[in-house]
């Protein structure tokens, strides 16, 4: 049996480790990013970057999951979650963060 750990969403897409992406993306459901990309976000759904992530964007979420690196500007109007692996260089807005160990934010919170 194949699982999901994604906290109960299914990804719709995947931008796997060795691909890039320049642009602006905008999706229903979960996305996950895993290589690189540059440019906007724009869903009330969940954005994943996964550990080997990089983005560099300004994003516009209902939730944002960071296993890897982020540069830009982040409003999610559910949560923000940082795990431990997690790097995010600009500033955020949302009403939840999880911040776990390990974890750095160096930018102001809203």
Sequence with gaps: ????NTDDTSIKAYLGV?????G??????????????????NTVDTLIIGETG????DIEAGTVICKGRMNGTIVASKKIEMHPSSKIIGNVQTPALNIELGAV???NCD
């Design 24 to 41: 602006t993306l905008s999706f229903d459901g979960a996305v996950r990013i895993d290589g690189q990309f540059e440019g906007q976000v």
């Design 1 to 4: 049996m194949l699982q999901q």
């Design 18 to 22: 060795d691909a890039l992406f320049k």
């Design 54 to 57: 990089d983005v560099l964007a």
């Design 105 to 107: 934010l160096d930018g």
